[in-house]
């Protein structure tokens, strides 16, 4: 059973909207939370993350909102761009600052921002 | 040059060979992890290591191994390939003085068996 879930497999988006992407988990354990962005043929790469004792963080276009209650997290871009068309992947880990706290992955969503 | 360093980033094999993937890392990073994707599962964690001595399995590591030859790299083996073993695989880095987060990934070596 997946720990981690981002039900929208896809979302297209008109370049300068907003984009909100959905995760939501099930493991009260999870302290953590992280966002990957990934191109095609390359790596995942870091893009944003919110410890548990936050509800929200930004940087810059990207917002990351946290409802600990309702176990789901977003992210938000504004204003989307075409080069923010990728996969994003949303994870988790519980233990942040213990030895060896593991990331548990979302199946990501695949972001289309149309000129 | 990229941090971390995946080779092959393509190979396409048959079933019951035995293939080995490599990950080097410039990072200076003591932790290295092996992971593979497939569609709408996200990124699965087949094996880790936090230093030349310490080798631990993750979640699916059934039909793979590892070594880790020095702090810079960390190999990943399939002994005896099976095509449900398809798939994108990534080796990852992190540092524990920053709470190992974030991960840091190779770009990937897909790898198809035929």
């Known amino acids: 059973d997946q720990q981690v879930k981002q039900n929208s497999p896809s979302l297209s988006v008109q370049e300068g909207r907003i984009s909100i992407l959905n995760c939501d988990y099930t493991?009260?354990?999870?302290?953590?939370f992280l966002w990957y962005k990934k191109y095609p043929a390359e790596g995942p790469t870091f893009l944003i993350s919110?410890?548990?004792?936050?509800d929200k963080n930004e940087d810059g276009r990207f917002t990351v909102f946290l409802n600990k209650s309702a176990k789901h997290l977003s992210l938000h871009i504004v204003p989307s761009q075409p080069g923010d068309s990728a996969v994003y992947f949303c994870?988790?880990?519980?233990?942040?600052?213990?030895?060896?706290?593991?990331?548990?992955f979302g199946g990501g969503t695949r972001l289309m921002v149309k000129p | 040059d990229a941090d971390v360093t995946q080779t092959p980033r393509n190979r396409i094999t048959k079933t019951g060979k035995r293939i080995m993937l490599e990950c080097s890392q410039t990072?200076?990073?003591?932790?290295m992890y092996w992971y593979r994707q497939d569609p709408g599962l996200g990124l699965r964690l087949i094996y880790y290591?936090?230093?030349?001595?310490?080798?631990n399995k993750g979640e699916i590591s059934d039909g793979y191994s590892v070594s880790r030859q020095a702090q810079a790299k960390f190999s990943l083996s399939l002994e005896s390939a099976i095509p449900n073993q398809t798939a994108l695989y990534f080796c990852?880095?992190?540092?524990?003085?920053?709470?190992?987060?974030?991960?840091?990934f190779g770009d990937g070596t897909r790898l198809s068996i035929l």
């Open positions: 919110i410890s548990s004792i936050k």
């Open positions: 990072k200076g990073h003591d932790r």
């Open positions: 493991n009260s354990m999870f302290d953590y």
């Open positions: 290591s936090f230093d030349v001595k310490d080798i």
């Open positions: 990852a880095t992190s540092d524990p003085q920053t709470g190992d987060q974030p991960q840091h």
């Open positions: 994870a988790a880990s519980a233990g942040f600052n213990n030895a060896g706290n593991m990331l548990t």
